[in-house]
């Protein structure tokens, strides 16, 4: 066989292999790209687990209606421009990569409004294929619609899973991002009927009750009850968020959730960390529950390890190991001296 340039159209969708699982990596890539438009709101309505739709409506910045075409197409973004960029990005997108992937496997409408346009307009992409620009009404802001996802890669829409498994991770996603942004408000509805709301508080900075609200509101009022506030900082690094203390264990790893720089994500290390500060105090085979957020100066951590952006590489993991460790293990220490809290179950 010859040499030949794939057409633009397989070349998102092989890249939509890397990024779109399944609908709740839809609703990630959408709702990360809603909070980095600054949306205060996000609406997700899903139909079927999102199988058969994804419309996600925010009200942040919006596109122009020009731009609508370049949001589609691969390796544009508004959110980096230099390789100085890249190395110091705060946005949870960089890649440009996300709408052209989920536009090469669905049926895809983006419809958008800037403050400063009279009129909205909106796109339509099928299966890849480009729409034109047309005019559309819209409030202030973007909506997404995804239908049919993998409606034309019958290999892909063979992996998906029930109805309930999908809305399943869905929500278990939508947990996870609730944690980090008590300062947004999501409202889910799933088949015609709202599902979930999490009510943003609209203060710009959030507090920290807002956040500890929300702690009972995603993960249940017994975690909450038995939270201990972590906020440390040292080495140039700062690791705030609740552990809870040991009577409050789990069977499995379900409830751990660590983020740096805002970013959810998994990490061997700093897992194995967090392990190490309870071994003293936690019965063989159980599991701690946390919400861990780590800061980390942007520029000694490199999040574009992986097209799905679900893992990171710090410049210096020893350091970052050791600080999780010591600041946990502190943390757990004084309970136990000071409130005598009972470890034995
Ligand atoms: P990335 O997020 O990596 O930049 P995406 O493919 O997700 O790439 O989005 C491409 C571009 O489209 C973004 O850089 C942004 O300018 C624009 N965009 C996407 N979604 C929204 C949104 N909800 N609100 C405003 N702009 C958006
Ligand atoms: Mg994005």
Same mark, same amino acid.
């Given at each position: 066989m010859t040499i030949q340039q794939l057409p633009d159209t397989l070349i998102n969708q092989i890249a939509a292999g890397e990024v779109v699982e399944r609908p709740a990596s839809v609703v990630k890539e959408l709702v990360e790209n809603a909070l980095d438009a600054g949306a205060r709101r996000v609406d997700i309505d899903l139909e079927e687990g999102g199988i058969r739709l994804i419309r996600i409506r925010d009200d942040g910045d919006g596109i122009a209606p020009d731009e609508l075409p370049l949001a589609v197409s691969r390796h544009a973004t508004s959110k980096i421009a230099s390789l100085d960029d890249l190395e110091a990005v705060s946005t949870l997108g960089f890649r440009g990569e996300a709408l052209p992937s989920i536009a090469s496997v669905s049926r895809f409408v983006l419809s958008s409004r800037r403050e400063v346009d009279a009129h909205g307009a909106s796109l339509q992409v099928d299966g890849g294929n480009v729409g034109a620009v047309a005019p559309k009404s819209h409030p202030r802001g973007t909506t997404v619609e995804v239908r049919d996802l993998f409606y034309n890669v019958p290999a892909r829409r063979k992996f998906l899973r029930a109805?309930?498994?999908?809305?399943?991770?869905?929500?278990?996603?939508?947990? =996870? *991002?609730? @944690?980090?942004?008590?300062?947004?408000? @999501?409202?889910?509805?799933?088949?015609?009927?709202?599902?979930?709301?999490?009510?943003? $508080?609209?203060? /710009?900075?959030? +507090? $920290? &009750?807002?956040?500890?609200?929300?702690?009972?509101?995603?993960?249940?009022?017994?975690?909450?009850?038995?939270? /201990?506030?972590? $906020?440390?900082?040292?080495?140039?690094?700062? /690791?705030?968020?609740?552990?809870?203390?040991?009577?409050?264990?789990?069977? +499995?790893?379900?409830?751990?959730? /660590?983020? #740096?720089?805002?970013? =959810?994500?998994?990490?061997?290390? #700093?897992?194995?960390?967090?392990?190490?500060?309870?071994?003293?105090? @936690?019965?063989?085979?159980?599991?701690?529950?946390?919400? *861990?957020? @780590?800061?980390?100066?942007? &520029?000694?951590?490199?999040?574009?390890?992986?097209?799905?952006?679900?893992?990171?590489?710090?410049?210096?993991?020893?350091?970052?190991? $050791?600080? #999780?460790?010591?600041? *946990?293990?502190?943390?757990?220490?004084?309970?136990?001296?000071?409130?005598?809290?009972?470890?034995?179950?």
């Open positions: 109805e309930r498994t999908e809305l399943g991770h869905v929500e278990e996603w939508l947990r =996870s *991002l609730a @944690l980090a942004r008590p300062d947004v408000e @999501l409202r889910v509805s799933h088949n015609g009927r709202p599902s979930r709301r999490y009510k943003g $508080d609209r203060q /710009l900075e959030f +507090s $920290d &009750t807002s956040a500890g609200e929300r702690l009972g509101e995603t993960l249940g009022e017994e975690f909450a009850k038995h939270a /201990l506030r972590i $906020d440390h900082t040292g080495a140039g690094l700062r /690791l705030h968020g609740w552990i809870a203390q040991p009577v409050y264990s789990r069977a +499995s790893a379900d409830q751990q959730y /660590l983020y #740096v720089n805002g970013r =959810s994500i998994r990490d061997r290390s #700093v897992a194995h960390a967090v392990k190490q500060a309870y071994a003293d105090v @936690l019965f063989h085979g159980r599991q701690p529950a946390y919400v *861990l957020f @780590l800061e980390v100066d942007p &520029t000694r951590v490199d999040v574009n390890v992986h097209p799905a952006k679900h893992e990171v590489r710090f410049r210096d993991a020893r350091l970052v190991h $050791d600080f #999780v460790y010591r600041t *946990l293990q502190g943390a757990l220490a004084q309970t136990r001296a000071g409130a005598g809290v009972a470890v034995s179950t």
